[in-house]
């Protein structure tokens, strides 16, 4: 930090801003993964990798890639798609551009259970997120949020 560098303190406003959002942070996935878990025994990590292969082009993703796209280590991915592949929700081949690296793809059985879990997640996160949200503008909030993830 430059020594001619002022800190300026954080109004009442921001510093409310910035200790909800910091709780929310704490807070709302644990709320979320709890919701999913009690309505279809299903945890948030596990949704959230069937959500990703599902979008993704064949519905298949490195390994390496699906863990970035769930902010998962490669080593929790593996374990993860471990337990989806004994589940029968997805399988783990050989890429064939590099044979040292492997796939995820989402099996017919992993979409039908994500088609499954969708409704309920998706009550969670209208009833934990949206409702409380009215008033703003939406393209606004994304934008915002998205610039603090890049920051």
Sequence with gaps: MSASFELKPL???EEAVARA????????????????ERDQRMS???????????EAEHQRMRMSELAAACDMSLSGMTRLACKLESLGYLERIRCAQDARGLEAVLT????ARLQQAWPDHLASVRR?????????DM???????NAMVRS
Excluded: C, N, Q, W
């Design 11 to 13: 109004s009442g406003e």
């Design 21 to 36: 959002l910091g709780r929310l942070i704490m807070v709302l996935p644990r709320t979320l993964d709890a919701d999913l």
């Design 44 to 54: 948030m990590s596990e949704y959230s990798a069937l959500r990703h292969l599902s």
């Design 108 to 111: 017919d059985s992993g979409l």
């Design 128 to 136: 934990h997120v949206f409702d409380h949200l009215s008033e703003l």
């Design 139 to 145: 393209r606004k909030l994304a934008a915002a949020l």
